[in-house]
């Protein structure tokens, strides 16, 4: 264990080696810098007191760090800062995986796999992180090169209801709109884990591919390939791949799509081979954009076939899957644990997604959930992640210009607009029918335009020259009491009900069916 004085790091940044690490603090903090595990995990700037745990916890897997979750006193993933009166900071970073920060007198690190690097340093937040994305470029690599493609994805206007036809549709009258990349989303696959074309996509994987290529873009394909649902082949054929706990049980992966979902032991030498084969098909069929998404199933605590720390494996799988795609595929990684995946995609989602609404209340308040998909959320947590930037190309969701299917204000499209400026990622899933006339030509600038960003403050920047001041956004719930905390502990519960879960997952899907059958 070591300890390190103030006076140690008051005027010099250090690197230090141990297992766990105890840095003392000048003055009682007024705020804390707590980053969360995955991408939709929660990044922001707090109080110094606990909040509450997210519910329903059905979706703690696939949400924030399990292992972590109950934890009464504040805490992060690899790293955590605190800011004092004087505006100033002190961080403690990892410079490994496998670790994670604290806050209770002091700033405490612990790693999960012996001794590893730390990263200590006080004074100016914009430096001090600057410098600490500077020390994890060097152990982990730097892969951001040229600018970003432009992207239009599938997922925030359709979800799972796309087909072959309407995607054709799309493609055809998104015209000569400058997208770099048509990315398909989730809804393409025969289930999760089975990751060939459904009955939706009668001419195959491929004629998709070729189709997109014809419109003089990359083709784009969404993919969870580190998790599968109990009703796949992939489970009912190789049990023997997924990921148990010490007693043998299989380790929940979270809930999604109306179903449980399970992890693969991405150790087990078959399912390397699995993973291979797998990359190599899909860039067969002619996709060079891959976002695999829901990664974090690699990474979840349990025991695997090679003994090794949950997250070292996590990033020899990612490794693997890169080598497999080859260096020509532009790689998206998403609800991907952050650091073990850094030097090895182009680019990272850093937050939750993006809706068409802005917050719900029975998310915010009631389940007091950061991470679930609304706008607010995905602002709010992509905003603490931009010191990522010099490191890759940070993904902060999709931006919305139709105003036909959207509940977000005018501004509060503009601010998902002007985020995406600041990232220097743009992308849009809105379709080309949805778009009037004047809403067409603004995405159109926006896909064209490169403004110079500068940050004059912690949530606000310069975009060419307009000002633009995202703080309104960025500050937490306040915490339920009294019959409201009743009534979200009753929410959480039902939330936790795996019947209701499908339920409510039905309806959806009838909802969805409304929406499409609106389209075209
Ligand atoms: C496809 C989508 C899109 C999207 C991804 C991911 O329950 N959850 O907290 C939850 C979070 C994100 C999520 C799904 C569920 O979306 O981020 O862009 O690709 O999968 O299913």
């Given at each position: 264990m070591t300890s390190l004085q103030f006076s140690d790091i008051q005027t010099k940044s250090q690197i230090i080696k141990a297992k766990e690490i105890h840095v003392e603090l000048p003055s009682q903090p007024v705020k804390y810098y707590r980053h969360g595990w995955q991408s939709w995990s929660l990044a922001a700037w707090t109080d110094p007191s606990p909040i509450p745990v997210p519910k329903p916890a059905i979706f703690h897997p696939l949400q924030l760090d399990a292992e972590h979750v109950h934890k009464k006193y504040l805490h992060g993933s690899w790293l955590g800062a605190v800011e004092f009166a004087d505006g100033n900071i002190l961080l403690l970073g990892a410079l490994a995986t496998d670790a994670n920060v604290s806050l209770q007198d002091q700033l405490s690190g612990r790693s999960e796999a012996g001794e590893v690097e730390w990263f200590i340093a006080f004074g100016k937040e914009n430096s001090v992180f600057e410098e600490y994305a500077a020390a994890l470029g060097i152990r982990f690599?730097?892969?951001?090169?040229?600018?970003?493609?432009?992207?239009?994805?599938?997922?925030?206007?359709?979800?799972?209801?796309?087909?072959?036809?309407?995607?054709?549709?799309?493609?055809?009258?998104?015209?000569?709109?400058?997208?770099?990349?048509?990315?398909?989303?989730?809804?393409?696959?025969?289930?999760?884990?089975?990751?060939?074309?459904?009955?939706?996509?009668?001419?195959?994987?491929?004629?998709?591919?070729?189709?997109?290529?014809?419109?003089?873009?990359?083709?784009?394909?969404?993919?969870?390939?580190?998790?599968?649902?109990?009703?796949?082949?992939?489970?009912?054929?190789?049990?023997?791949?997924?990921?148990?706990?010490?007693?043998?049980?299989?380790?929940?992966?979270?809930?999604?799509?109306?179903?449980?979902?399970?992890?693969?032991?991405?150790?087990?030498?078959?399912?390397?081979?699995?993973?291979?084969?797998?990359?190599?098909?899909?860039?067969?069929?002619?996709?060079?954009?891959?976002?695999?998404?829901?990664?974090?199933?690699?990474?979840?605590?349990?025991?695997?076939?090679?003994?090794?720390?949950?997250?070292?494996?996590?990033?020899?799988?990612?490794?693997?899957?890169?080598?497999?795609?080859?260096?020509?595929?532009?790689?998206?990684?998403?609800?991907?644990?952050?650091?073990?995946?850094?030097?090895?995609c182009d680019a990272m989602r850093i937050g939750p997604d993006v809706a068409h609404f802005w917050e719900k209340y029975r998310d915010a308040y009631l389940l007091y959930n950061p991470t679930i998909p609304g706008t607010k959320n995905a602002i709010r947590t992509t905003l603490h992640r931009l010191w990522l930037k010099p490191l890759l190309?940070?993904?902060?969701?999709?931006?919305?210009?139709?105003?036909?299917?959207?509940?977000?204000?005018?501004?509060?499209?503009?601010?998902?607009?002007?985020?995406?400026?600041?990232?220097?990622?743009?992308?849009?899933?809105?379709?080309?029918?949805?778009?009037?006339?004047?809403?067409?030509?603004?995405?159109?600038?926006?896909?064209?335009?490169?403004?110079?960003?500068?940050?004059?403050?912690?949530?606000?920047?310069?975009?060419?020259?307009?000002?633009?001041?995202?703080?309104?956004?960025?500050?937490?719930?306040?915490?339920?009491?009294?019959?409201?905390?009743?009534?979200?502990?009753?929410v959480g519960w039902l939330g936790d009900r795996y019947l209701l879960l499908r339920m409510y997952k039905i309806l959806n899907l009838a909802k969805l069916r409304k929406r499409k059958s609106n389209i075209l």
């Open positions: 690599g730097e892969t951001k090169k040229n600018i970003a493609p432009r992207v239009w994805c599938s997922w925030y206007s359709l979800y799972t209801a796309i087909d072959e036809q309407t995607l054709y549709k799309i493609f055809d009258d998104l015209g000569d709109l400058p997208f770099d990349v048509l990315q398909v989303d989730d809804g393409w696959q025969m289930d999760i884990g089975d990751w060939e074309a459904n009955a939706k996509f009668p001419s195959g994987m491929k004629t998709l591919a070729d189709k997109i290529k014809s419109t003089g873009r990359r083709a784009g394909l969404w993919l969870a390939p580190l998790i599968a649902t109990k009703s796949s082949k992939l489970f009912r054929e190789h049990p023997d791949w997924f990921l148990r706990n010490e007693a043998g049980k299989f380790v929940s992966a979270g809930f999604n799509w109306g179903e449980r979902l399970y992890a693969l032991d991405t150790t087990h030498p078959d399912v390397t081979s699995w993973l291979v084969a797998l990359m190599k098909q899909v860039r067969a069929w002619g996709f060079d954009y891959l976002k695999l998404d829901f990664l974090f199933g690699g990474a979840l605590k349990g025991k695997r076939f090679k003994d090794m720390p949950r997250e070292a494996a996590y990033r020899e799988c990612l490794k693997t899957m890169r080598e497999a795609m080859g260096a020509d595929a532009f790689f998206l990684t998403c609800g991907t644990p952050i650091l073990p995946a850094l030097g090895l190309h940070i993904d902060p969701d999709v931006a919305y210009f139709e105003s036909k299917a959207n509940h977000l204000t005018h501004e509060q499209r503009l601010l998902l607009q002007n985020l995406a400026y600041v990232c220097e990622f743009k992308a849009t899933s809105d379709l080309p029918q949805w778009l009037g006339k004047e809403e067409r030509s603004q995405l159109d600038c926006f896909l064209n335009l490169n403004p110079k960003i500068e940050q004059t403050g912690r949530y606000t920047f310069r975009i060419d020259d307009c000002t633009v001041d995202f703080a309104s956004v960025t500050p937490l719930p306040d915490v339920p009491t009294g019959l409201t905390a009743l009534w979200g502990r009753l």
